[in-house]
T-cell receptor
Framework: EQQVQQSPASLVLQEAENAELQCSFS?????VQWFYQRPGGRLVSLLY???GTKQSGRLTSTTVIKERRSSLHISSSQITDSGTYLC???????????FGAGTQLIVIP | DPKIIQKPKYLVAVTGSEKILICEQY?????MYWYRQSAKKPLEFMFS???????DNQTASSRFQPQSSKKNHLDLQITALKPDDSATYFC??????????????FGEGTRLSVL
């Protein structure tokens, strides 16, 4: 069973528009991590958000544990935001993350 | 200046051969991991090592063998390669223990194609 589901699978925005990415979990979790994967593959950690709302620059994540979901809001999108956004749930084992399939974001001029 | 170095970046292999993927980290972390990302599946956890000891193995096949010669090295040996092994393999590391709860930091990956 896929523990982490992400939607939408892909999203095309015009520059300066806002993006809303969703992540849902098959089980309750308070250990949610958002990553950005650059075209070419490197993963960059964006936000760790166990619950509530966390902000980092133009990124805002909201995790609602009882609803088993987390969202990532990107405001005023830029072309350089293009790439894949991955949501992950931390597992009980050391260093183990369960990833969703990702949302591919394309920002066009 | 990458702190987690994976070599090679690209690798092409023939079915049935054996390859070793190299990973070194210069972050002083005490735990290292391997993940795999293929076209068919999301990024998935394979192994975790701490202080050069295997902590968790989620790889069903014994064809995948991690090797840790030094505490900042965790290589991945893959034997009897199959086309389904084609994927990008990511090495990651983190500091664990005490109050540390940081997410793993990832290397750039080795993209393996098995023909």
């Amino acid at each position: 069973e896929q523990q982490v589901q992400q939607s939408p699978a892909s999203l095309v925005l015009q520059e300066a528009e806002n993006a809303e990415l969703q992540c849902s979990f098959s089980i309750f979790t308070n250990q949610v991590q958002w990553f950005y994967q650059r075209p070419g593959g490197r993963l960059v950690s964006l936000l760790y958000n166990p619950s509530g709302t966390k902000q980092s620059g133009r990124l805002t994540s909201t995790t609602v544990i009882k609803e088993r979901r987390s969202s990532l809001h990107i405001s005023s999108s830029q072309i350089t935001d293009s790439g894949t956004y991955l949501c992950a749930k931390r597992g009980s084992a050391l260093g183990r993350l369960h990833f969703g399939a990702g949302t591919q974001l394309i920002v066009i001029p | 200046d990458p702190k987690i170095i994976q070599k090679p970046k690209y690798l092409v292999a023939v079915t049935g051969s054996e390859k070793i993927l190299i990973c070194e980290q210069y972050l002083g972390h005490n735990a290292m991991y391997w993940y795999r990302q293929s076209a068919k599946k999301p990024l998935e956890f394979m192994f975790s090592y701490s202080y050069q000891k295997l902590m968790d193995n989620q790889t069903a096949s014994s064809r995948f063998q991690p090797q840790s010669s030094k505490k900042n090295h965790l290589d991945l040996q893959i034997t009897a390669l199959k086309p389904d092994d084609s994927a990008t393999y990511f090495c990651a590391s983190s500091q664990v223990g005490g109050h540390n709860n940081q997410a793993p930091l990832f290397g750039e990956g080795t993209r393996l194609s098995v023909l």
